[in-house]
């Protein structure tokens, strides 16, 4: 196992960095400012863990019925010295604590540090015979006394931050800004594994028959103990009409975990509950290991910068180098059967940035901007013979590939002009352009489970816009845009190493093959209209409407046919009195995906989502203010099957007799409310309800209370119907 650099004393750290800064120096106290809070108190949860997958994943309301509450806030500042001084801290008894602290002489220096720690409990239940869940070598044993009966494994995992920062003005023209940031994330996350057999990796791998077992799916939990640092740097000059600066990103990823090394062994179950052995070649996959994210690193250099050439006329530019590695040792992460000679990936992607833009206005009514972007990424890995097939039962002599260099060049560019035609009017034309050139295919890679392959995508796109400013009390805008991509040859990947291109797709691929969408010929339509409304002072409206279509050309009608989507909002707020006002919203979008499946399935997928809320806020008294809001989620995902012509007399009867997929559906209804007490000018108690009812069915993870079961009796499964409420009660002191 490796070592990772941590940081165990942070909050320590932070906290006396903090309190030293804010109350060690001592400024004449004619000459500052101090203001402070705290805020104490206690709150209740109701129902059990299950009651609160959902309310209680991030907030760290998961496992108590009560919990403390503590939070802060320090002020200072000296207008003699120019220095500010903050220190605050939220959620102090929880497990999503922050602390933040700020110290800053204004135009000569600034410091910030921060903490934060996360939590995030998986939603779902599982109840499982495997031992050793969390580490990197469990064993996976079934459950003899059948689903249900094994013990509960809780998911989740727990991030702890810590983040410096210092910025230096040298002079008014030069200014230094450095930052570092560096998370801990421990825990385990849902993972698993499976086979179905036949098996191409292991020729032994036979189907499931009376007497053994050809397939499984197990519930395996990933391991989870690593760090991610990010490092920034820049320094900024700004002088008369030249604006430039010169800067550094760093991303450093370690995990001290490099695979997971499952033990399977025994029998398991088929798909009706009978335990069966594993014939040898199952057992062979089930029990390789898996590898687990490897410590990489990225670093970008960067120069930007602008220029005025004249009042009216200003030119921008960046340009880039970012290089990304990954050298991982195999057999230090556990994983073995690596080419000979080779101890790791020695993965290295190195990416080339330049950008131009320049914006003018050579008319008093007219602007134009202009832009152009070109971005080159050179995978630069080692070619090596990872992959072999060969032996029994195949026939012929075995085959060899090996890994595939995904090296592309992008340019993308932009032409726009805007048109003032009166006060109130302004209209904008615009033109995009995208495209993007992957190279020749390496030649000794190959690739399974797609029918082609595209070497260029060239895309070009028009738009308009009216917009009208507001004049008494009603502003908007209507924008149209329209695209269209197209691409080269499609490349036919063949029975082993490389492709073929093809120059007529109607002979060169088979009926049923299917051509990933996002290569595809595409022609996408979009209009999307905003308004601002008010018809009275006290009422303001504000609206929006988006309707978009992709429609997809390829040489078969197999695949994503086309896609839809529309949204509508609408936001509102109504002054009723000096002392009272509501708000509002009502949001409701759909989108709609078309695809077919040779000789299967014909799906319609749409996902229609639906948001309402309305909001009260009021002040009776001068030591007492109410407030609350009720809202209201519907979200559903609706499965529409048909069957295409070639499909199976199987298939027909099984659409038959059970209709097709049944949906999925998640409902959410949220009550809040809290009141705040003035009791002195300086202390105010402060109440908080919130009641959350939620309904979720998924068929993917369980179906009306029945849940997903894996080859060896572990379940997972969440519960149907949530209700949870939260009572929170807070003393709250200021002083200054």
């Not at 029998?267 to 029990?287: C, E, F, H, K, R």
């Not at 099984?654 to 049944?662: N, R, S, W």
């Amino acid at each position: 196992m490796k070592t990772i650099v941590r940081h165990p004393g942070f909050r320590q750290t932070v906290l006396a960095m903090a309190v030293l800064a804010a109350f060690g120096p001592a400024h004449a106290e004619d000459e500052s400012v101090m203001e402070a809070s705290v805020s104490a108190g206690a709150a209740y949860v109701s129902g059990d863990k299950a009651d609160r997958a959902i309310f209680g994943q991030y907030n760290g309301l998961r496992d108590y019925s009560g919990y403390g509450l503590l939070d802060f806030d320090y002020y200072r500042r000296n207008d003699e010295t120019g220095t500010v001084t903050r220190f605050n801290g939220y959620n102090l008894f929880n497990e999503t604590r922050e602390l933040g602290f700020l110290w800053k002489r204004q135009g000569n220096w600034k410091l910030s540090a921060d903490y934060g720690e996360l939590v995030h409990y998986n939603p779902y239940s599982v109840n499982s015979g495997i031992q050793g869940a969390g580490t990197t070598t469990p064993q996976v044993m079934n459950l003899a006394g059948g689903p249900g009966t094994g013990s509960d494994v809780e998911l989740k995992t727990k991030r702890t931050s810590l983040g410096l920062a210092l910025s230096k003005w040298f002079s008014p023209v030069l200014q230094l800004d450095l930052s570092v940031k560096s998370e801990n994330k421990d825990g385990t996350s849902n993972f698993g594994r499976g086979a179905n057999c036949p098996s191409t990796t292991a020729p032994g791998c036979g189907f499931t028959t009376g007497a053994s077992l050809g397939w499984a799916s197990l519930f395996v939990p990933e391991p989870i103990d690593s760090n991610h640092t990010q490092i920034e740097a820049r320094l900024s000059y700004a002088v008369d009409k030249l604006r430039i600066s010169g800067g550094y990103y760093g991303s450093l990823f370690s995990n001290s975990f490099g695979s997971l090394n499952p033990s399977v062994s025994g029998n398991l179950n088929n798909a009706v509950g009978t335990s069966l052995p594993m014939n040898a070649g199952l057992q062979q996959i089930l029990n390789q290991a898996i590898a687990l994210a490897p410590d990489n690193q990225a670093h970008m250099f960067d120069l930007t910068g602008s220029y005025a050439f004249t009042k009216s006329t200003r030119a921008n530019f960046k340009l880039g180098y970012t290089t990304a590695r990954q050298s991982q040792d195999f057999a230090g992460s556990g994983l073995s059967g690596a080419p000979a000679g080779v101890s790791n990936l020695d993965g290295e992607v190195n990416t080339r940035l330049a950008q131009v833009g320049i914006t003018s206005r050579p008319m008093s009514r007219l602007t134009l901007n202009a832009n152009w972007r070109y971005e080159d990424r050179d995978d630069t890995t080692p070619l090596a013979v990872y992959n072999t097939i060969g032996g029994a039962p195949f026939s012929g002599p075995a085959s060899y590939w090996t890994n595939q260099n995904l090296s592309n060049t992008r340019n993308r560019g932009k032409l726009e002009a805007s048109y003032q035609f009166s006060r109130d009017y302004r209209g904008t034309l615009g033109v995009d352009y995208n495209s993007i050139d992957r190279g020749a295919f390496t030649p000794t890679a190959a690739v399974g489970g797609i029918s082609a392959l595209r070497e260029k995508n060239d895309e070009t796109g028009y738009r308009a816009e009216l917009r009208r400013r507001m004049a008494e009390n009603f502003s908007g805008a209507i924008t149209l845009s329209t695209s269209k991509r197209e691409g080269s040859n499609w490349l036919r990947p063949n029975s082993g190493p490389g492709v073929t291109e093809i120059s007529d797709p109607s002979t060169g691929f088979l009926p049923t093959a299917i051509f990933m969408p996002s290569l595809a010929d595409r022609t996408r339509d979009k209009v999307r209209l905003v308004a601002n409304w008010q018809p009275m002072e006290s009422l303001s409206l504000q609206f929006s409407i988006d309707q978009g279509k992709d429609s997809f050309s390829t040489p078969t009608s197999y695949g994503v046919r086309d896609s839809k989507m529309n949204l509508f909002n609408v936001d509102w707020d109504y002054a009723i009195s000096e002392r009272w006002s509501v708000n509002g919203y009502v949001s409701t979008g759909k989108q709609e995906l078309n695809q077919a499946r040779p000789a299967g399935y014909i799906m319609g997928f749409d996902n229609t989502n639906t948001s309402i809320g309305v909001g009260l806020l009021g002040k009776p008294s001068s030591k007492l203010q109410l407030g609350g809001g009720l809202s209201y989620i519907n979200d559903r995902n609706e499965y529409n099957q048909g069957l295409d012509s070639l499909a199976s007399q199987g298939s027909a009867n099984l659409l038959a007799a059970t209709g097709g997929l049944p949906d999925i559906v998640y409902r959410r209804l949220e009550l809040r409310a809290f009141g705040n007490y003035k009791l002195s000018d300086s202390a105010a108690l402060r109440l908080d309800l919130i009641y959350q009812h939620a309904t979720y069915n998924d068929w993917g993870y369980g179906y009306n209370g029945v849940p997903y079961v894996y080859s060896d009796g572990t379940t997972l499964s969440q519960q149907q119907t949530q209700n949870v409420t939260y009572a929170g009660a807070r003393y709250i002191y200021k002083w200054q």
